[in-house]
């Protein structure tokens, strides 16, 4: 009977360790997610910094009038606004064939090319609005992310119902373009808001699960990239739509 004690004491301490294990190894990989996540939204901040400050960087994009407004996209513009969609599917399709030297530079560059499109809420938009609207973003951020990492509830069903709202979204866009409505554009900001948020949790939970699924070493770093993605993308949408609530225009 000393013995199967004995044996079940030294069980349990294996579980133990083991569980501590994992859970310094999550954090450590969490913490990687989120070391890119800064990076990128750092990056895209200082390309739109410099592109706001410098008329003749903002050339190379814009059309840019006499009195350094810009008054629209030139064609390099609009590859740099397109051309994320493009890497992401790019990765999306061939994600198992990339190492992760390839699969950082892509994500570099679409940090860097999100930075152009971002620069229109510069030439648009107060300083002191798309300061405020950041922070706000941040601290939404940081609760949704949390609760998406602590939360014991299964949110799977709830990622798939905003998947169908991402979809409805992309498709009410895509109208509001052709015929333009102020009400149709008040409410495509709600929603917006109101999925990316969802999305923040969602993500954080998916990523903390793929944790346990992948299988290390490069495996696992891809995984913290393809993470730290999803999350750069969900903190830029959301910040865009909360733009269009408390942003003040120039």
Do not use: C
């Not at 990492?149 to 991402?166: E, I, P, Q, S, W």
Request: no cysteine; net charge positive.
């Amino acid at each position: 009977m000393a013995d199967e004690s004995i044996k079940i004491a030294h069980r349990g301490g294996s579980v133990a360790a083991d569980q501590a294990a994992f859970d310094a190894g999550l954090r450590g990989h969490m913490v990687r997610v989120y070391n890119y996540l800064a990076s990128g939204l750092a990056l895209s901040g200082i390309v739109a910094f410099a592109l706001f400050s410098s008329p003749d960087l903002a050339g190379i994009f814009f059309e840019v009038a006499p009195d350094n407004r810009v008054t629209g996209l030139n064609i390099l513009g609009w590859i740099a606004i397109f051309a994320p969609l493009g890497l992401l599917l790019l990765t999306s399709f061939r994600a198992a064939q990339m190492g992760v030297t390839s699969l950082l530079a892509i994500y570099w560059s679409i940090t860097a090319l999100m930075g152009v499109s971002l620069s229109l809420l510069l030439f648009t938009y107060t300083g002191a609005s798309v300061a405020r609207a950041f922070f706000v973003t941040a601290a939404a951020f940081a609760a949704l992310s949390l609760y998406g990492y602590t939360t014991k509830r299964d949110l799977t069903a709830v990622g798939k119902f905003l998947f169908m709202g991402l979809i409805g979204l992309v498709l009410a866009s895509i109208v509001n373009l052709i015929w333009p409505s102020g009400v149709v554009s008040f409410v495509i900001s709600a929603a917006g808001v109101l999925i990316f948020s969802g999305l923040i949790a969602f993500d954080t939970q998916k990523i903390r699960q793929q944790y346990s699924e992948a299988l290390g070493g490069e495996a696992m770093r891809k995984v913290a990239i393809f993470g730290a993605l999803s999350l750069y993308l969900d903190f830029v949408n959301l910040f865009q739509f909360l733009m269009s609530f408390i942003g003040q225009r120039r």
